[in-house]
């Protein structure tokens, strides 16, 4: 009898990672589980606990660098219609998970719900977005979250105020937590301000970052204190620096693009390069803001 015993209809085995995150790079998840509902998903973590299986919650992989070795464990996609339901009441949104947060954003402003417009291009998932404190110049998105709905490290479903997640900058506490949805406190603003901020946000991204649609994880370092990190890894000669199949972008130099023939290994070779040559030009030491698998 397999460990999954029971769950064997939404397991498939040695699934490809490169399918599954923006970046199209990673070996294989030796078992990829879509839950259908929060009960199996439950049932699934109180299995790979109770077993000491290694597991990943996956969004929409936009923050994700899956080696090419693959993740020997694991990853739980929270997708279909259970994990991405939005409910609007009055200024206050709920949205599952698995909802995805562009869609979001754009549906809050049609119906002139203003609070999330800051947060213009940034893909992802709700909970990827929780999780990650995602954001940028013009807002976090622990900015608007009045609540997230989870399934903490004991294997219990509990709502936590805002105020008991651990929001910092790009991080939460909530290392071993599922998030199941969190609920948004929004409102009735001028829609049309909103909208503006909403296109002028969207423009400036697209001014200072590589196109959507290029293979990227977003900003691959976390800003240290005092400078951004960009302006460090210009300052150290590193835009256009390629390795491999990977390229630090000539564009804005805390995004590494990966070509049509890079590896994984490829991206975490220039990884390393970069911190080495900030380290060794301006002494500080990068942290990372992707997520390695
Ligand atoms: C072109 C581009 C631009 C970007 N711009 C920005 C930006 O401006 N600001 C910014 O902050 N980020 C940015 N990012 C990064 C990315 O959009 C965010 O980190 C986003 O939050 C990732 O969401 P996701 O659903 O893809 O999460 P994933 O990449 O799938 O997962 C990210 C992490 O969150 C965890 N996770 C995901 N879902 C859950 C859940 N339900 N419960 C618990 N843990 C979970 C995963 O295990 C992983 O550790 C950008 C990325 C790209 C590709």
């Not at 004991?154 to 790009?170: C, L």
């Not at 800003?223 to 951004?228: A, E, F, I, V």
Request: overall charge neutral; proline content about 4%; glycine content about 14%.
């Amino acid at each position: 009898m397999s460990w999954f015993s029971g769950f064997e209809q939404i397991c498939r085995r040695d699934v490809p990672l490169r399918d599954h995150t923006w970046y199209r790079l990673g070996g294989p998840a030796r078992w990829f589980f879509t839950p259908p509902d929060e009960d199996e998903l439950a049932a699934l973590l109180a299995r790979c606990r109770e077993l000491g299986i290694a597991w990943r919650i996956l969004g929409q992989g936009a923050n994700v660098i899956a080696r090419d070795e693959g993740f020997d464990g694991a990853v739980i996609k929270l997708g279909g219609p259970a994990f991405e339901e939005v409910r609007f009441k009055g200024e206050q949104v709920y949205a599952a998970a698995g909802a995805d947060f562009p869609q979001l954003v754009k549906t809050c402003l049609e119906r002139g719900l203003v609070g999330l417009e800051g947060l213009a291009g940034v893909p992802g998932s709700v909970g990827g977005l929780v999780r990650m404190n995602a954001g940028g110049k013009y807002g976090q998105i622990a900015d608007v979250v009045d609540a997230v709905r989870l399934i903490d490290a004991h294997g219990r479903i509990v709502t936590r105020p805002a105020a008991e997640i651990g929001f910092g900058y790009r991080r939460t506490g909530l290392a071993g937590c599922t998030i199941l949805g969190a609920k948004f406190a929004l409102r009735r603003g001028d829609g049309e301000a909103a909208l503006k901020k909403y296109h002028e946000v969207w423009t400036l991204k697209q001014q200072s970052q590589p196109p959507v649609g290029q293979r990227t994880a977003g900003c691959i370092f976390k800003n240290p204190p005092g400078q951004p990190a960009g302006a460090l890894l210009e300052q150290a000669g590193l835009k256009g620096q390629r390795y491999g199949g990977a390229e630090i972008s000539t564009k804005h130099a805390n995004f590494i693009l990966a070509g049509a023939d890079a590896t994984a290994a490829d991206v975490l070779h220039l990884i390393d390069h970069a911190r080495e040559r900030v380290r060794a030009t301006a002494d500080v030491e990068l942290e990372l803001e992707v997520d390695v698998w």
